[in-house]
């Protein structure tokens, strides 16, 4: 099957089981970042659209126990830089429908969560094709950075073809499993 049609089939599958948009389970999330041995920990998150793993309350359960949040802003040429988010901060809505935060301090995250469209048991995953993250991360590929794909059971697909483009991630979480 192409990533096209994987892609399709999968974000279905996603909408039915996340129809409420209820907030993912993130104590998996919250217990993996706090075993990795980093000195300063600066969390790339998201912020959920497309019925994506919801992950609100995380973000407000890192920033109350002190950790450094910062969300990405798309610019042109399928770029992407994190910026620090405060909690009840206004957002800026861009042409994806993406909520972005306005910008301020611009962060270079050592851990980032990344949702996931689909993904395999080798820890490849499938976004929605325009590679804004396979770029960031391959921008980042001279400094450490863990990277945590976020979805539901249901996105597993048994393989995933890739390319060269493509970047593994290091962790999948599930509301299931937690797979590295």
Do not use: W
């Not at 450490?144 to 539901?152: H, M, P, R, S, Y």
């Amino acid at each position: 099957m192409s990533k096209a049609q994987i892609r399709k089939k999968v974000l279905k599958f996603r909408q039915n089981i996340n129809k409420l948009n209820r907030p993912f389970q993130t104590e998996k999330i919250f217990k993996l970042i706090k075993k990795i041995k980093l000195k300063k920990k600066i969390i790339g998150c998201y912020y959920p659209v497309n019925f994506e793993a919801n992950i609100i309350n995380l973000i407000k359960k890192l920033q109350k126990n002190n950790y450094l949040v910062c969300l990405p802003i798309i610019h042109k040429g399928h770029k992407m830089d994190f910026y620090e988010y405060k909690e009840n901060e206004f957002f800026y809505v861009n042409n994806f429908g993406i909520p972005e935060p306005l910008k301020s301090k611009k962060l270079l995250p050592n851990i980032i969560l990344i949702p996931i469209v689909a993904f395999d048991k080798n820890l490849n995953r499938i976004g929605y094709g325009g590679g804004f993250y396979d770029r960031f991360i391959n921008k980042m590929k001279k400094k450490k950075l863990i990277k945590i794909g976020l979805a539901f059971s249901c996105q597993k697909v048994n393989r995933i073809e890739t390319n060269k483009f493509d970047k593994k991630l290091d962790f999948i979480i599930t509301e299931k499993n937690v797979y590295k």
